[in-house]
T-cell receptor, first 116, second 113 residues
Framework: QKEVEQDPGPLSVPEGAIVSLNCTYSNSAFQYFMWYRQYSRKGPELLMYTYSSGNKEDGRFTAQVDKSSKYISLFIRDSQPSDSATYLCAMSALLNYGGATNKLIFGTGTLLAVQP | SAVISQKPSRDICQRGTSLTIQCQVDSQVTMMFWYRQQPGQSLTLIATANQGSEATYESGFVIDKFPISRPNLTFSTLTVSNMSPEDSSIYLC??????????FGPGTRLTVL
């Protein structure tokens, strides 16, 4: 079983729709949760970063974390064609202190297409 | 955040040759990371590069195949050695700026013939 599972899509929605992107994970040590957006032929761009369970909102984007269910979501409201990209969830468990690395574990990404 | 550039942006190489990828950051950072992103797959961490010490490699990656340099706090290189078509991938460097989130460069798209 992979540590992080993400529906690869592709997901196609009409402009203005609400989009829900999801990841599940198995490692209860994961403490930090991130969503990245990656346009074609570009590097991943950090969208949202959350730590605690609950919701975090930034403009049209809402990140939701449910640690008890090991489930995270990214909601996009009023989706736009410019939102068309691959969305990657990523997680990390702070391993130790004093020069430790933060190893990110990524989902496989969901390809989203927003149709005008 | 941090602004990261990579060179080259893409390359096509012959089997058995080596390619060195450069990563430059616009600010001093402690940790730099190298990832591989194969088609249809998630990002996989190759190694972590800390200035002044040997890079730490993840399971499945070895220094002879992916030697890394980290000469200062703003620069790192990854070399892909003795390449085969299986090494065709996107190679990404990233940094953290004190928190768990990382910021990525634009990537280097490598094709090995």
């Amino acid at each position: 079983q992979k540590e992080v599972e993400q529906d690869p899509g592709p997901l196609s929605v009409p402009e203005g729709a609400i989009v829900s992107l999801n990841c599940t994970y198995s490692n209860s040590a994961f403490q930090y949760f991130m969503w990245y957006r990656q346009y074609s032929r570009k590097g991943p761009e950090l969208l949202m970063y959350t730590y605690s369970s609950g919701n975090k909102e930034d403009g049209r984007f809402t990140a939701q974390v449910d640690k008890s269910s090991k489930y995270i979501s990214l909601f996009i409201r009023d989706s736009q064609p410019s939102d068309s990209a691959t969305y990657l969830c990523a997680m990390s468990a702070l391993l130790n202190y004093g020069g430790a690395t933060n190893k990110l574990i990524f989902g496989t990404g969901t390809l989203l297409a927003v149709q005008p | 955040s941090a602004v990261i550039s990579q060179k080259p942006s893409r390359d096509i190489c012959q089997r058995g040759t080596s390619l060195t990828i450069q990563c430059q950051v616009d600010s001093q950072v402690t940790m730099m990371f190298w990832y591989r992103q194969q088609p249809g797959q998630s990002l996989t961490l190759i190694a972590t590069a800390n200035q002044g010490s040997e890079a730490t490699y993840e399971s499945g990656f070895v220094i002879d195949k992916f030697p890394i340099s980290r000469p200062n706090l703003t620069f790192s290189t990854l070399t892909v050695s003795n390449m085969s078509p299986e090494d065709s991938s996107i190679y990404l460097c990233s940094v953290d700026v004190g928190g768990p989130e990382q910021f990525f460069g634009p990537g280097t798209r490598l094709t090995v013939l």
